[in-house]
């Protein structure tokens, strides 16, 4: 039988948006609601108690709302609430790092693999100890980029300034012959032309967003939770507050508008 149960999707903010297009992407008939919380934006900078907190709310009301499966599109969240989320709901809840992990371990030729996150998730250790479970041998060089998500919300993804940052933030990672990257926000997709001019010749990234929307074909098959195969799945989105240039940053991260936007509280 045929589940056309919406699969649920949740960031801080509007940055998985970039997970949303992937899924589109890859399971073109599978319905999404999409919950960006813009009130309580950034998480990088807040307590776990607080992250789990906010994670467990935006669950229930993505449960609620009959959501077959929910993916914490947000690496801060899924660095510090995912095994919470797991333990507490009875639907499959898929983070956004151990995908990426996998993809990177199996990319990599040398076993030097670098990840560039928020503060929140580059302190986490959440990509190094994931990465370390698939190999032990891998090295792990972590540099946190927290000036890349004001960048992108501000739309400098392209010209000098983001350049340099990039040159500054991946300096190490270069020296060191780390030869696959690690997006770990969902931000830095958008920056991804930046951070590849930036990296050494021949280094992979690793779309953190791509890596997610192919688990959670995974998990649907493995449940039998696949969407009937014959028109294309809707986008319902909602947000804790819309925020300014609202569409213009919908558009950016989606790469469409989005027609369907509500406001809702969150307790």
């Not at 030097?112 to 996150?117: E, T």
């Not at 930036?198 to 779309?207: E, F, P, Q, R, Y």
């Not at 507050?241 to 369907?260: K, M, T, W, Y």
Request: a negative charge.
């Amino acid at each position: 039988m045929a589940d056309n149960r919406p699969i649920g999707v949740f960031d801080s903010g509007l940055g998985g948006l970039t997970v949303v297009k992937a899924l589109q992407n890859l399971l073109p008939s599978e319905s999404i609601m999409y919950l960006g919380d813009t009130a309580r934006v950034p998480y990088g900078n807040k307590s776990k108690k607080l992250i789990e907190s906010y994670s467990t709310q935006i669950t229930t009301f993505l449960s609620e709302k009959g959501c077959k499966a929910i993916v914490v599109a947000c690496n801060t969240a899924s660095s510090q609430a995912l095994d919470v989320l797991q333990d507490e709901f009875s639907i499959p809840v898929i983070g956004v790092i151990q995908p990426g992990a996998r993809m990177a371990v199996n990319t990599s030729e040398n076993g030097h693999i670098g990840v560039i996150g928020t503060v929140a998730t580059i302190e986490s250790n959440a990509y190094q100890n994931a990465l370390e479970e698939h190999n032990k041998n891998i090295i792990v060089l972590n540099q946190p980029c927290p000036l890349f998500v004001p960048l992108v919300e501000e739309g400098w993804i392209t010209g000098d300034v983001p350049k340099l940052v990039a040159d500054t933030y991946l300096k190490g990672m270069n020296a060191d012959g780390v030869d696959t990257i690690i997006l770990g926000c969902t931000h830095y997709p958008l920056l991804k032309d930046i951070i590849q001019s930036s990296a050494t010749n021949g280094t992979g990234l690793i779309d953190s967003a791509e890596a997610v929307a192919m688990e959670v074909e995974r998990v649907l098959s493995n449940n039998d939770l696949f969407a009937e195969n014959k028109t294309a799945g809707s986008l319902d989105c909602y947000v804790t507050d819309v925020p300014l240039r609202f569409e213009g940053l919908a558009r950016q991260f989606l790469g469409s508008n989005i027609e369907h936007v509500s406001t809702i509280s969150l307790h």
